[in-house]
């Protein structure tokens, strides 16, 4: 079962800092973050960034990561935040934040989620360890040799074409 609590550390980017790959890279990390918002030079909500979705973008080699699109509450008592916070985590199965905003869309506080017998923690190193599992990625480039447990070794001669869907046809030979 889930539990909401409002939680008062917000971690903001700057809209003209998102750019910088290592920057938001580096925000998420250093404060044990899921979630940043984005905002502008009067600290008015923008969107948002998830980890999972910065960690995807990497992935995918875009940097489409932001979203502008997402569920905010405005401002009032604290039961009637957590009744809504807690049928948009339902409806909407949100698994980070959500935050909580003045009228001017400037962010007060945030409400969380955490389920039980798991911390933050745990749920942040988990992130952490698939983003070393990206970072140990590897790109081929031709003439690259790649040894296959029980194949042998092969070498990359190159990308061949694109199929319609996206996917590379390659050339690989093998060593004998």
């Given at each position: 079962?889930?539990?909401?609590?409002?939680h008062?550390r917000?971690?903001?980017?700057?809209?003209?800092?998102?750019?910088?790959?290592?920057?938001?890279f580096?925000?998420?990390?250093?404060q044990?973050?899921?979630?940043?918002?984005?905002?502008?030079?009067w600290?008015?909500?923008?969107?948002?960034?998830?980890?999972?979705?910065?960690?995807?973008?990497?992935k995918?080699?875009?940097r489409?990561?932001?979203?502008?699109?997402?569920?905010?509450?405005y401002e009032k008592?604290?039961?009637?935040?957590?009744s809504?916070?807690?049928?948009?985590?339902?409806?909407?199965?949100i698994?980070?934040?959500?935050p909580?905003?003045?009228?001017?869309?400037r962010i007060?506080?945030?409400?969380?989620?955490n389920f039980e017998?798991?911390?933050?923690?745990?749920?942040?190193?988990?992130?952490?360890?698939?983003?070393?599992?990206?970072?140990h990625?590897?790109?081929?480039?031709?003439?690259?040799?790649?040894?296959?447990?029980g194949?042998?070794?092969?070498?990359f001669?190159?990308?061949?074409s694109?199929?319609?869907?996206?996917?590379?046809?390659?050339?690989?030979?093998?060593?004998?």
């Amino acid at each position: 079962m889930k539990d909401l609590v409002i939680h008062n550390r917000i971690n903001t980017i700057s809209e003209y800092l998102i750019d910088e790959i290592s920057i938001v890279f580096n925000q998420f990390f250093s404060q044990n973050s899921r979630i940043l918002y984005v905002t502008d030079c009067w600290e008015r909500l923008k969107g948002i960034i998830t980890i999972k979705d910065f960690l995807e973008c990497l992935k995918n080699k875009n940097r489409d990561y932001v979203k502008t699109k997402c569920c905010v509450l405005y401002e009032k008592c604290e039961n009637e935040l957590l009744s809504e916070a807690k049928d948009l985590v339902e409806r909407f199965h949100i698994t980070t934040a959500i935050p909580v905003l003045d009228e001017e869309n400037r962010i007060l506080y945030e409400i969380i989620w955490n389920f039980e017998g798991k911390t933050q923690q745990d749920i942040l190193q988990s992130y952490q360890n698939k983003f070393l599992r990206y970072l140990h990625s590897y790109y081929l480039k031709e003439a690259d040799t790649v040894s296959v447990r029980g194949y042998g070794k092969f070498r990359f001669s190159g990308v061949l074409s694109l199929s319609r869907k996206g996917k590379q046809n390659v050339l690989i030979e093998k060593y004998v």
